[in-house]
């Protein structure tokens, strides 16, 4: 089965602190993905990866930046936290095909309240 | 751009309940990949079903049967005989193979399901 982990379900920080968010999966896929999930809002694309070192940015990415440095890692950085980031955050992996899509494998989510 | 509209919010039912949730799309692609996902109370969105465009057969797996049809842009999803399990947020997304770069999807805005004993 295809595990999707990230480093903490619940997470509280202060404004304007730095914030490291890690996911890590087992299947070697080559796209990895941020979302951000707001009530009324669906899931938004923060930035997503599609090989290590590659990033692009997705719809919301200010204030938000990105690490790939291996093929199972994928870490979201909130260079200096504010209130408006307090979210639901959602990690996302999948194997890579334009010809075919290839569904999403979830994290379970980090809770992040920032005060 | 693509747009996924899931126009229901919340929907209510008894258990044992016939439910559909509606799922509307827009995009300019031709060839294009529709999901749907499930978000229990755990959090982590599981993986229901996948369509493409060129493939409008309807799909059923159990309770769950999903009606594909182009002519109105829409993927709607039943649960037939709802159960106090099913009560979950659902996800519609959608994904153009016009776009070049990764896999991304566009996710409509989710409907909570709950399924009343």
């Known amino acids: 089965d295809v595990k999707v982990t990230q480093s903490s379900r619940y997470l509280v920080k202060r404004t304007g602190e730095k914030v490291f968010l890690e996911c890590v999966q087992d299947?070697?896929?080559?796209?990895m993905f941020w979302y951000r999930q707001d009530p009324g809002l669906g899931l938004r694309l923060i930035y997503f990866?599609?090989?290590?070192?590659?990033?692009e940015k997705g719809d919301i990415p200010e204030g938000y930046s990105v690490s790939r440095e291996k093929k199972e890692r994928f870490s979201l950085i909130l260079e200096s936290a504010s209130t408006n980031q307090t979210s639901m955050y959602l990690c996302?992996?999948?194997?890579?095909?334009?010809?075919?899509?290839?569904?999403?494998?979830f994290g379970p989510g980090t809770r992040l309240t920032v005060t | 751009a693509q747009k996924v509209t899931q126009a229901q919010t919340e929907i209510s039912v008894v258990e044992k309940e016939d439910v559909t949730l509606d799922c509307v799309y827009e995009?300019?692609?031709?060839?294009?990949?529709l999901f749907w996902y499930k978000q229990p109370p755990s959090g982590e969105l599981v993986f229901l079903i996948r369509?493409?465009?060129?493939?409008?057969q309807n799909e059923i797996s159990g309770r769950y049967s999903w009606n594909f049809q182009k002519s109105t842009s829409s993927f709607n999803f039943t649960i037939t005989a709802s159960q106090v399990v099913d009560s979950a947020v659902y996800f519609c997304?959608?994904?153009?193979?016009?776009?070049?770069?990764?896999?991304?999807?566009?996710f409509g805005e989710g409907t909570q399901l709950t399924v009343n004993p």
């Open positions: 299947m070697d896929h080559e796209n």
């Open positions: 997304a959608l994904r153009g193979v016009g776009e070049t770069s990764g896999s991304r999807l566009t």
């Open positions: 990866s599609y090989d290590v070192k590659m990033k």
């Open positions: 995009t300019r692609d031709t060839t294009y990949y």
């Open positions: 996302a992996s999948s194997l890579a095909g334009l010809a075919v899509s290839y569904e999403q494998y």
């Open positions: 369509r493409n465009s060129f493939d409008e």
